[in-house]
T-cell receptor
Framework: AQKITQTQPGMFVQEKEAVTLDCTYDTSDPSYGLFWYKQPSSGEMIFLIYQGSYDQQNATEGRYSLNFQKARKSANLVISASQLGDSAMYFCAMRGTGANSKLTFGKGITLSVRP | GAVVSQHPSWVICKSGTSVKIECRSLDFQATTMFWYRQFPKQSLMLMATSNEGSKATYEQGVEKDKFLINHASLTLSTLTVTSAHPEDSSFYIC????????????FGPGTRLTVL
């Protein structure tokens, strides 16, 4: 079974500062993928970044980077230079092997960016 | 990226009626689609996996007769909430995976259901 844990309470960050959103996971699959999604108040799920379990380097996508520590089973999202539009709910998710494998989501973290 | 649409985006219905939600993959084929339910400020809960040409696979605790899923083609899956009650009011989201380096899932914009 796969499990994603997001335990931070609501997070606050000042505009233009960096923020780290924590995510730990547990799985017995040797191969897996880790995702971060952003969900603004409109409800749409926006893909942010992906990390494969065998990827040697930490993933980066613009202002988003993933601090992947496989031994510790953590996949923290780092958002640099926060913007007001970053205020949203953020979900960490894991997928097992295979394109049709289902995603397991964490409970999410609410991020609020202060001007 | 790939596009998944959902229709309607919101619906209000009376208790006891049935509501159909459509999920379409617009520019790719999806033999599998996933249906999620989300309550306010909570995570997405997987309800079922929709399989083209065969029966859906439901997660434990999800009533099959309550939430009917039909995956009639490679681009369309439908979720019908039968005899809806106020406790069925929720945000329903579908997703479809694509084959690629990330085997990424693309999500529809969601459907907000309110049952009066």
């Amino acid at each position: 079974a796969q499990k994603i844990t997001q335990t931070q309470p609501g997070m606050f960050v000042q505009e233009k500062e960096a923020v780290t959103l924590d995510c730990t996971y547990d799985t017995s699959d040797p191969s897996y993928g880790l995702f971060w999604y952003k969900q603004p108040s409109s409800g749409e799920m926006i893909f942010l970044i992906y990390q494969g379990s065998y990827d040697q380097q930490n993933a980066t996508e613009g202002r988003y980077s993933l601090n992947f520590q496989k031994a510790r089973k953590s996949a923290n999202l780092v958002i640099s230079a926060s913007q007001l539009g970053d205020s949203a709910m953020y979900f960490c998710a894991m997928r097992g092997t295979g394109a049709n494998s289902k995603l397991t989501f964490g409970k999410g973290i609410t991020l609020s960016v202060r001007p | 990226g790939a596009v998944v649409s959902q229709h309607p985006s919101w619906v209000i219905c009376k208790s006891g009626t049935s509501v159909k939600i459509e999920c379409r993959s617009l520019d790719f084929q999806a033999t599998t689609m996933f249906w999620y339910r989300q309550f306010p400020k909570q995570s997405l809960m997987l309800m079922a996996t929709s399989n083209e040409g065969s029966k859906a696979t439901y997660e434990q605790g999800v009533e099959k007769d309550k939430f009917l899923i039909n995956h009639a083609s490679l681009t369309l899956s439908t979720l019908t909430v039968t005899s809806a009650h106020p406790e069925d009011s929720s945000f329903y989201i579908c997703s479809a995976p694509t084959s690629g380096p990330r085997d990424e899932q693309f999500f529809g914009p969601g459907t907000r259901l309110t049952v009066l």
